[in-house]
């Protein structure tokens, strides 16, 4: 059992590039999210789907882009990268009958130059 | 909005000895969760401990329990004979309950355990 998996673990991108954080569980979690952390700021709330097809905005939304085709997988884009967006990203899945356990993966530690 | 503040950035313990974080959290909700994540140097996000707020007894997990007291929103944790293991980012964390999926954090403490 995998849990939840990111990928990739570490990534530098230059201003205006674009990319894709993975975000994939097996564990049939109806919720999935994704949180930023940066320093002295705790985690904040990106995006979080809660099923296949539905999305909706979290805490700190702008410049991220995300879609639920799967109920396994939950992509983050970032369309354009900017230096703001340098921090370490972590996605997250929790079941619809135990909301109070959420599983976190191991992160992403997104550097843009 | 809720909140979540941790107070201390920054604790430290002997080994061996007793140490306890705060967390005061602002809700007008009355079904929540409260949880307490650790963050070691591997930057996984452990659960510590969680506690329902319509639960009355605190919660323990092994060396782990919770101070809870609902009515002046304060979810404090102990941790007993502290390890060097135990150094990690310890993060507060509200859920609002029935169907919320968002976690609201402090900001963290920074815990250190020395020998």
């Known amino acids: 059992n995998a849990g939840v998996t990111q990928t990739p673990k570490f990534q530098v991108l230059k201003t205006g590039q674009s990319m894709t954080l993975q975000c994939a569980q097996d564990?049939?979690?109806?919720?999935m999210s994704w949180y930023r952390q940066d320093p002295g700021m705790g985690l904040r709330l990106i995006h979080y789907?809660?099923?296949?097809?539905?999305?909706d905005q979290g805490e700190v939304p702008n410049g991220y882009n995300v879609s639920r085709s799967t109920t396994e997988d939950f992509p983050l884009r970032l369309l354009s990268a900017a230096p703001s967006q340098t921090s370490v990203y972590f996605c997250?899945?929790?079941?619809?009958?135990?909301?109070?356990?959420?599983?976190f993966g191991p992160g992403t530690r997104l550097t843009v130059t | 909005a809720q909140t979540v503040t941790q107070s201390q950035p920054e604790m430290s313990v002997q080994e061996a000895e007793t140490v306890t974080l705060s967390c005061t959290y602002d809700?007008?909700?009355?079904?929540?969760?409260l949880f307490w994540y650790k963050q070691p140097p591997s930057r996984q996000m452990i659960l510590v401990i969680r506690?329902?707020?319509?639960?009355?007894q605190n919660a323990t997990e092994n060396r782990f329990s919770v101070n809870f007291q609902k009515a002046a929103k304060s979810f404090s944790l102990k941790i007993s004979d502290s390890q060097l293991g135990d150094a990690a980012m310890y993060f507060c964390?509200?859920?609002?309950?029935?169907?919320?999926?968002?976690?609201?954090f402090g900001k963290g403490t920074k815990l250190t355990v020395n020998p």
């Open positions: 997250a899945s929790s079941s619809l009958v135990r909301l109070y356990e959420q599983y």
């Open positions: 564990m049939n979690h109806e919720y």
């Open positions: 789907s809660v099923g296949a097809g539905i999305t």
């Open positions: 809700t007008s909700e009355s079904d929540y969760y």
């Open positions: 506690q329902e707020a319509y639960k009355q």
């Open positions: 964390a509200y859920r609002r309950g029935r169907g919320s999926e968002k976690l609201v």
